[in-house]
């Protein structure tokens, strides 16, 4: 299953982080993501005001926190169930 992610700022701090919490997620899960890193540039585009920001399968689920490895999870399998 590839679960399809954009992650608006990951060229930020917190954006790093971020990255870095969804490979632990990929790994631990044994889920595939397909991640769409856009630069805060860009944020406008998404009608986004703060960064980072994540998407997950189209849906919003975070503006402006780093979302922990076990916040991640729980946004995956609740989207992976509605896959």
Known sequence: MIVNIKLIGANCSNGIKILKNLA??????????????IDSALK????VNVTPALIIEDQMVSLGNVLSDKEIKHYVKQFCLDL
Do not use: G, S
């Open 44 to 47: 406008d585009k998404y009608h």
């Open 24 to 37: 632990k997620v990929e790994r631990e899960m044994n889920v595939e993501f397909h991640i769409e890193k």
